[in-house]
């Protein structure tokens, strides 16, 4: 199978590095628990320009100290041996060296990598059979599509409905249970 992995909260802990960050930017001291909104800079209550600025002053330490979720790497290293692996990431370009960096210091292979924000576009042109992200609008893009996503589980993806299409997973030892169900399926 095409396997499309996004990256942030879903191979690794986003929310940890931005709220380091983002506290250290505003003075303010938010913790995971206070995190109920796939755009964690709305917590500060900056607008798009704010959050653009800090962003770009912290982006590359945010991404580099970003610590991978637990099993993640392992299950990426087994899946990369049977199927074919896209990195599909919403970051802007600015990040594409910070984040092939991290990718290789966790020892995480992968065929392609490609930053983009219209995901379903991507995958829909390169043929992408399943993606696994944590974003809420993602899964609701691709479910009414009918392609296949398996939503990582996160505080603000919960009211996400699981479906035909919508596959949760609260670990990535799910996620490989799903994958190897839907690969079962094709056969
Ligand atoms: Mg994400």
């Not at 996004?6 to 303010?28: E, I, R």
């Amino acid at each position: 199978m095409h396997i499309a992995v996004d990256l942030d909260n879903t191979v690794l802990d986003a929310t940890s590095a931005h709220l380091h960050y983002y506290n250290m930017a505003s003075g303010l001291s938010f913790t995971p628990d206070d995190v109920n909104d796939f755009f964690i800079y709305r917590l500060y209550g900056w607008d798009q320009a704010e959050r653009e600025s800090i962003y770009h002053t912290y982006g590359h330490d945010i991404h580099w100290n970003s610590s991978p979720l637990p099993m993640a790497v392992e299950i990426l290293q087994q899946l990369f041996s049977q199927h074919q692996i896209s990195i599909i990431t919403a970051r802007p370009l600015l990040f594409r060296e910070v984040t092939i960096e991290w990718l290789k210091c966790h020892k995480i292979n992968y065929h392609n990598i490609v930053l983009i924000e219209n995901k379903l576009q991507q995958c829909i042109d390169s043929k992408v059979d399943v993606l696994i992200d944590d974003g809420p609008h993602y899964a609701e893009e691709f479910a009414l599509v009918n392609k296949p996503v398996i939503l990582y589980e996160q505080p603000y993806n919960r009211s996400v409905v699981a479906n035909d299409f919508v596959y949760r997973a609260s670990n990535w030892m799910e996620v490989k249970q799903h994958i190897d169900n839907l690969e079962s399926k094709r056969i």
